[in-house]
């Protein structure tokens, strides 16, 4: 018996079941909660919030080891106007999609120094450099992969304000990757082109800093352009 005969059946309860998800979360937040790997709590229903850390002295927070600073969403709408007033629209487009790459690719990088946000049983193919090939061949590998894209997009997307991703079918080519209420469109409203830049650079990068591998992500449909509710990215690697 490995970790996965414990933790998938527990995953697959609480995804379809909001009250067993409800209990798990109540039990994972008591003291004897708190002993559980992180990762393991994190899938397990916690919020972001909670499993925060705050050093009020040094004036820092950090989520599973990766320092955080927090803006208001204003600040989004300002890096687009202020930097195209600047070097003009397609290059601040092209600008802030390789920093939102850089950035997230940078918190890989940090995760991956003490390994809190990865469940053992990926940790092999993601030093190997494997790990798409992985959760795509391997049923229970791919199950596993499967909460934790909805776990984690939950607590950094969805709770860090950023919009909710409905849909990361990682088994696909391209990559596609489906979200709702996303902030930067929200902040940026209408538009003759997708908006959603950091966050289209932001899902690349996750996936750069986890395989090691050239992705690219492109927004094919946004809110900004033509409303409804849904932002869609196609997430290519490169050859
Ligand atoms: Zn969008």
Redesign the pocket.
């Known amino acids: 018996m490995d970790e996965l005969d414990v933790v998938l059946p527990v995953l697959d309860l609480v995804e379809k079941n909001p009250v067993a998800r409800d209990a798990v979360r109540r039990l994972v937040s008591t003291r004897a909660g708190a002993r559980l790997p992180f990762i393991h709590r994190a899938l397990l229903g916690m919020r972001a919030f909670d499993l925060h850390d705050v050093d009020a002295e040094r004036g820092e927070i950090g989520f599973g080891g990766v320092r955080e600073v927090i803006f208001g969403a204003g600040w989004l709408k300002l890096f687009h106007k202020e930097i195209a007033a600047a070097i003009g629209d397609d290059a601040k487009d092209a600008l802030l999609y390789r920093i939102a790459t850089q950035g997230t690719t940078w918190e890989i990088q940090e995760v991956l120094k003490d390994m809190r946000w990865i469940p053992s049983a990926l940790r092999d193919a993601i030093a190997e450099r494997r790990l798409m090939e992985s959760v795509r061949s391997d049923a229970r590998l791919g199950r596993l992969f499967r909460h934790i894209t909805r776990e984690v997009s939950r607590l950094i997307i969805t709770e860090g304000g950023w919009g909710n991703v409905v849909e990361y079918a990682f088994e696909r080519d391209p990559i596609r990757v489906v ?1 709702t209420e ?1 902030m ?2 929200k902040m940026l409203g209408a538009a003759t082109k ?3 830049v950091i ?1 289209a650079g932001g899902t690349a990068g996750y996936l750069i800093g986890l395989t090691g591998d050239r992705y690219d992500a492109r ?1 094919v ?5 033509s409303g409804g509710s849904t ?1 869609e990215f196609e997430v290519t690697r490169s050859a």
């Open positions: 979200m996303t930067e469109a997708p908006t959603c966050t927004e449909r946004c809110v900004s352009v932002c």
